[in-house]
Structures are given as structure tokens and as C-alpha cells.
């Protein structure tokens, strides 16, 4: 099943609205999650990592007051797009990282399909 | 800096077609490999992977050997079905590293 949980799956607001989206571990403590972004038929692209308890490090060309990031916890980082505008509708993919679950270095949610109007 | 390079698209099918999709990288050390699959609307699963040179990593029919002489981990199967239908991407990590280098991904489209 599911080890990675994000929500909302899917999101549609207004333009200069604040949107939170939400990457939970389930059933492992995650040291680091990653927030990708993903446009239409291309690569991820990584955004931000970010490690429990502290600032998260953003990637080149990422605006870290836009793309603001929280992992207040082991299980449980979130990415607030701020004043969204239609340039930020995209498809954002969290991922999760534990030293308990090494079959692969990643765990991944499935996405939020953020539409900005 | 390690990178993915790994075969453009759209590829499209019969179904029972023989698959390949093409991955090279470049990389310092000995990194692990993977293969993900993206079904549409969904985040990434992981396929299959192989850590360390000359290992086949297999799954649900796909395999992809990990040839450090030729730096590439192609994914392959035999006979591909509808439900095959999905973006692949190719990517490694570095030794001991968390994060994850992508290729551009390679959208397939198998029709019945």
C-alpha cells in the first residue's frame, strides 16, 4: 500500500490565493522529503529538500518565499504556494526519504494538480 | 554532475510488441539505477532498480541490467500489454546519496 500520502490530490482556486499541500509518511519517520515540480510531458524537476527541523535548501532559480516549506515533523512536510498565480498550475510530487525504508531512496505521493484561474 | 539520458518519445505499440527503452548516465562512482513508471494523473512507483554493476533488476515482466562498460540500463519486456500504457523514467542516485537524478522520461502508448 500507500507509504507516502499527499493531499489534496487535486486543487482549483482563484488567482492570489495561498495554497497548502500536505506530504505524510505513513508508516515510517522520514529524515527528508522532496517537492518536485512536474509540467505537462516533462522530467520532475526538484524544487526544495528539506529535513525535519530545519530550513529547507532550494534548488537554483526556486523562490524560497514563494515555495515556502515546513517539516515540523518526521512524518509530515508541507509546501505553501503563496499568492499562487496561473504561472504556478503544475503538478506537485512530494517524496519521502528514511534510513528504515532503503529499498529505494525515495517514497513517492501522488501528486497535486494545482490550477490556478 | 551525474545525468540521464534515456531514449525521447512518444513510443507507441501494439500490444505483444517487444519493448525497449533506452538509458544511458553519466556518473561518478558506482550509482544505483531504477526504472519508475508514472501512471497518468499519479506520482511516480518504482519499477525495479539494480545497485551495482552486471545486476538485472526485473519486475512485472520488465528487466533492465545495470552495464557499467557501456554505462546504460536499458528497460525491456517481451510482450507489453494495454495497461503498459505510461511515462517511464530512468534514474539513479549517487553512492550512499538520497537524492534521485531523472532522465527526461519516455511517454508509451500501447494500443490493443
Known amino acids: 500500500g500507500a507509504v507516502v500520502s499527499q493531499h489534496p490530490s487535486r486543487v482549483i482556486c482563484k488567482s492570489g490565493t495561498s495554497v497548502k499541500i500536505e506530504c505524510r509518511s505513513l508508516d515510517f519517520q522520514a529524515t527528508t522529503m522532496f517537492w518536485y515540480r512536474q509540467f505537462p510531458k516533462q522530467s520532475l524537476m526538484l524544487m526544495a529538500t528539506?529535513?525535519?527541523?530545519?530550513?529547507?535548501?532550494?534548488e537554483q532559480g526556486v523562490e524560497k518565499d514563494k515555495f515556502l516549506i515546513n517539516h515540523a515533523s518526521l512524518t509530515l512536510s508541507t509546501l505553501t504556494v503563496t499568492s499562487a498565480h496561473p504561472e504556478d498550475s503544475s503538478f506537485y510530487i512530494c517524496?519521502?526519504?528514511?534510513?528504515?525504508?532503503?529499498?529505494?531512496?525515495?517514497?513517492f505521493g501522488d501528486g497535486t494538480r494545482l490550477s490556478i484561474l | 554532475g551525474n545525468s540521464v539520458t534515456q531514449m525521447e518519445g512518444p513510443v507507441t505499440l501494439s500490444e505483444e510488441a517487444f519493448l525497449t527503452i533506452n538509458c544511458t548516465y553519466t556518473a561518478t562512482g558506482y550509482p544505483s539505477l531504477f526504472w519508475y513508471v508514472q501512471y497518468p494523473g499519479e506520482g511516480l512507483q518504482l519499477l525495479l532498480k539494480?545497485?551495482?554493476?552486471?545486476d538485472k533488476g526485473s519486475n512485472k515482466g520488465f528487466e533492465a541490467t545495470y552495464r557499467k562498460e557501456t554505462t546504460s540500463f536499458h528497460l525491456e519486456k517481451g510482450s507489453v500489454q494495454v495497461s503498459d500504457s505510461a511515462v517511464y523514467f530512468c534514474a539513479l542516485s549517487g553512492q550512499g546519496a538520497q537524492k534521485l537524478v531523472f532522465g527526461q522520461g519516455t511517454r508509451l502508448t500501447i494500443n490493443p
Open positions: 517524496s519521502a526519504h528514511s534510513a528504515d525504508r532503503l529499498e529505494q531512496p525515495q517514497h
Open positions: 528539506s529535513n525535519e527541523g530545519s530550513k529547507a535548501t532550494y
Open positions: 539494480a545497485t551495482k554493476a552486471d
